[in-house]
């Protein structure tokens, strides 16, 4: 939610770069381990893994009223893993098929769309807009692997997409006076259904307050929180206990943004500062991060005839 207003007639374009390392751990024990299981059993073990993950949004906008805009999004995502097995106690350990559940290895791709319809209106010195669209199902999807590790097959837990289209609402207002301002924004993601391999993403929930500073005519700085809420995935109706059980994060970060001719460039730093992961302690996983860093670009081009 940039809570800019638009100019009719204009195309604004953006760039967003985010990046950040995901570590996770988790414990496996049968049946994950798959056929080996009845094969004399497998004593339970640790998934340690790291995944890092960049993504590259495009966006356009076009204005077209002062207060009404369409805008499109189509991120492209690389994620890079390595895993290592461990023991309970700390000490190495090889499963019977190391490859099963995960391997070293770099994916990429696109992720899903974005098509939305935007408005605002001024309410006395608050600019309040909303938002209300549809994710576009353009991210790969894979089948169920939980279902695959079972039967001892290879599997991919990485889902660059939902492979449905999902509703989006959100609402933004925004507040100046003189050199300052504040922002806020609560944005909601709805999957109501599955696709067709019985994957169905959780609910995605967003909200958060900024707070910006104009030091100069060209540089913005900006300091703010962020909430994020992410509802359990379903595989065939069933929440599976080693799959994504929901999770919480609230973030604080600061940034700044400097204008020149060539466009708006943004950096923009993150940390966590709580984190709650469903049925984490209970089965002895973590999922942690130590920072989301984006770069951004922003431009606005005037495309009306005879301009």
Do not use: K
Not at 85 to 92: A, F, K, S, V
Request: some cysteine.
């Amino acid at each position: 939610m940039t809570g800019q207003a638009v100019q009719a007639g204009q195309l604004t374009a953006s760039v967003l770069g985010t990046a950040t390392a995901l570590h996770v751990v988790h414990v496996s024990a049968c049946p994950d381990s798959g056929p080996a299981c009845a094969a004399g059993g497998v004593p339970p073990y640790l998934h340690d893994q790291w995944i890092e993950v960049a993504e590259l949004r495009p966006v356009l906008e076009w204005g077209l009223t002062p207060n009404a805009s369409v805008e499109a999004q189509l991120p492209v995502r690389a994620v890079r893993s390595s895993i290592t097995y461990r023991q309970l106690d700390g000490t190495p350990f090889t499963p019977p098929d190391p490859t099963l559940h995960h391997r070293n290895e770099t994916l990429a791709g696109p992720g899903d769309g974005w098509l939305s319809a935007r408005g605002a209106l001024m309410a006395g010195p608050v600019r309040v807009g909303g938002r209300v669209g549809t994710t576009l199902p353009f991210g790969r999807t894979e089948e169920n692997p939980f279902a695959l590790g079972e039967a001892g097959l290879q599997h991919q837990h990485v889902q660059f997409g939902t492979g449905t289209f999902n509703p989006l609402l959100g609402a933004d207002a925004t507040w100046s006076a003189g050199a300052l301002g504040v922002r806020g924004y609560g944005q909601f993601q709805w999957v109501p259904w599955a696709n067709a391999q019985g994957y169905q993403a959780g609910n995605r929930l967003a909200g958060g307050a900024l707070a910006e500073w104009s030091v100069a005519p060209a540089l913005q700085l900006s300091a703010g929180a962020d909430v994020l809420h992410e509802a359990p995935e379903r595989w065939d109706g069933v929440v599976q206990q080693d799959g994504n059980l929901g999770r919480t994060d609230v973030l604080v970060g600061a940034g700044a943004v400097l204008e020149v001719d060539a466009g708006r460039f943004g950096l923009n730093a993150r940390v966590p500062v709580y984190q709650h992961y469903v049925g984490g302690e209970d089965h002895g996983g973590q999922l942690t991060y130590p920072v989301v860093v984006q770069l951004s670009w922003t431009r606005g081009f005037d495309v009306r005839a005879g301009q």
